[in-house]
């Protein structure tokens, strides 16, 4: 009985770790060169749903950051942060469909996502959209 009682007085007074906790935690091991613990970390966040986390995957999957290139599993990244909102996402996965990497290049995909991005007022989404108005 007195472990029951323990147990919950730790569950009580131990909160559990955040996504920002986890987030955090990600960023730190990628900075002292942990790459694998990092992505592992995001991964667990990402497939929570954390848009963030996608977002990052995606970056590191596109460009071999820690890992081998993987442009589909880029786009699969992106399209997720996209999916749950992230500006940056949309605009991403636009640029891959515009350009045909790790998706079969769709020029009316690339300003649908080029269009979601802009009217969140995403930095880079004006060249995406006027590329493909010329």
């Not at 472990?3 to 730190?28: E, N, Q």
């Amino acid at each position: 009985m007195r472990f029951y009682c323990l147990l919950c007085v730790i569950c009580v007074l131990v909160p559990p770790a955040t996504s920002a906790d986890r987030s955090a935690g990600a960023l730190s091991a990628w900075q002292r060169g942990d790459r694998a613990e990092a992505i592992a970390l995001w991964v667990d966040l990402a497939d929570r749903g954390d848009a963030q986390a996608n977002l990052v995957l995606g970056h590191v999957y596109r460009r071999g950051l820690g890992v081998d290139r993987d442009a589909p599993r880029a786009a699969a990244r992106y399209r997720r942060a996209a999916e749950l909102g992230d500006a940056e996402a949309q605009y991403e996965l636009g640029l891959m469909y515009e350009l045909g990497i790790g998706v079969t290049a769709d020029p009316g995909e690339a300003g649908r996502w080029y269009a979601m991005s802009a009217a969140q007022h995403c930095p880079g989404e004006l060249g995406g959209v006027e590329r493909l108005l010329h």
